[in-house]
């Protein structure tokens, strides 16, 4: 059945406020990485404390972003969006009030639990309003929203710095957020209210999830995820520290430097997301369409690493660091697509176990990188050495991943791909 007007409103609705909601959080999620030289100066922290901080939010990243996924596979996805986000916007204000090391340890660790489930929810709202053909495209917007927080963020951050500090930073990001979430649940209140008045569709009751059969499924893509997600969250917590350390950069010159490498993600997650699309158009194939790009991805980024090792040129380091976010950044958008296409009925949940990978890399590589520049004396190369062999795994596991309703045929007819509806 073709969608209504109301539906297809309401799925643009939903969809523009997904990639809002993804920008705010990335800033929430940035904003420690880019305040980190400021909190460590005043409170003394080495950079195996910065790896503490960072790995906290990662770690329970990791702990919940499945009984994330499943609640809201459970409750909705619009009640669970509300919940988590309360949860993440409080315990951002929560950081900027802390006074320890501790304390503001386990206020990164609230902040992970509010955000862990997030996406994956994020991931069933478009599985359930858009096309197959098309989530390809609406995940690497939504995601690109969240990458260009990245990039803009230590300007953003760096900003409220300068002209307050970088604790009334956290609590200002906090209390927007909370005021977002709140009007982003109210507001698709009143879109789902339009919809059931023109379309009444059957509410069926939720099956319980076939634990062994999901984790079967997803295990490769996850363990993909782990390779990817090194190397995102080596970008996003170590960037800022990496110019300040190692140029000697002030907060104004780093927050620009560091826009640059991470505008390279933002470009990269878009521009992913369009092509698994135009290749699933082409192949008809879905496997084929997400995998080959996210092995081309994997590969390439270890292009832009390699003048790391032979120049301190800040210039070819950072055009060599924004070209290599770009290139690891076209794999996220297909494997979320991935993820979801394991259960369209379990897709919150399905999602959240794929992407398990990515948050306990969350949870490994900033303690990882962390000790590494501590026993080595800071010495970057060490930590890029490092993030080169992770990702040469990645399109080594990608081999594995496999979908139950591929066609046989090497090559599926292009016709099947314009048929496939949600």
């Known amino acids: 059945m073709l969608p209504t007007h109301a539906q297809k409103r309401r799925a643009t609705l939903t969809f523009v406020l997904l990639c809002v909601m993804a920008f705010i959080m990335y800033v929430d999620r940035t904003n420690l990485a880019v305040a980190a030289p400021t909190i460590s100066k005043e409170l003394g922290f080495s950079n195996t404390n910065l790896g503490m901080m960072f790995s906290a939010f990662a770690v329970a990243y990791s702990c919940f972003m499945i009984p994330g996924g499943w609640l809201s596979d459970r409750i909705g996805s619009r009640k669970a969006m509300l919940l988590y986000g309360v949860i993440w916007s409080v315990a951002t204000i929560a950081t900027g009030l802390v006074s320890g090391l501790v304390i503001l340890v386990i206020a990164r660790f609230v902040v992970g639990i509010g955000e862990a489930p997030i996406y994956p929810t994020a991931a069933r709202m478009i599985a359930r309003a858009i096309p197959i053909a098309q989530r390809g495209t609406a995940q690497g917007v939504m995601h690109a929203s969240g990458r260009l927080a990245n990039a803009l963020a230590p300007l953003i ?43 009444i569709e059957p509410v069926k009751a939720p099956t319980p999830v076939h634990w062994p059969t999901m984790l079967r499924k997803v295990w490769p893509a996850a363990a993909t995820c782990f390779c990817h997600g090194w190397v995102l969250w080596f970008f996003l917590n170590w960037i800022p520290s990496f110019f300040t350390q190692r140029y000697g950069m002030d907060l104004s010159k780093t927050a620009l430097f560091s826009t640059f490498v991470l505008l390279g993600g933002t470009v990269g997650t878009a521009v992913g997301g369009m092509l698994s699309d135009w290749r699933f158009k082409v192949t008809g194939n879905k496997l084929r369409s997400r995998r080959d790009l996210i092995i081309f991805g994997f590969l390439a980024s270890i292009i832009g690493l390699i003048p790391l090792m032979f120049t301190q040129n800040i210039y070819i380091c950072a055009a060599g660091l924004s070209f290599s976010f770009f290139c690891s950044e076209l794999a996220d958008s297909p494997l979320w697509v991935i993820g979801t296409e394991v259960s369209h009925e379990h897709s919150a949940t399905s999602s959240a176990c794929t992407f398990f990978g990515m948050a306990v890399a969350g949870a490994v590589s900033p303690v990882v990188i962390g000790w590494l520049l501590d026993v080595t ?46």
């Open 157 to 199: 951050v760096t900003f409220l710095i300068l002209q307050f500090s970088w604790r009334a930073a956290f609590i200002i990001l906090g209390v927007l957020t909370l005021v977002y979430m709140f009007a982003m649940y109210f507001i698709l209140g009143e879109s789902k209210k339009q919809v059931e008045a023109v379309v």
């Open 377 to 422: 004396g800071t010495n970057w190369m060490a930590a890029f050495s490092a993030s080169i062999v992770v990702v040469l795994l990645g399109p080594v596991l990608a081999m594995f991943i496999k979908l139950d309703d591929e066609p046989t045929a090497s090559v599926a007819s292009p016709t099947t791909a314009k048929r496939a509806v949600a």
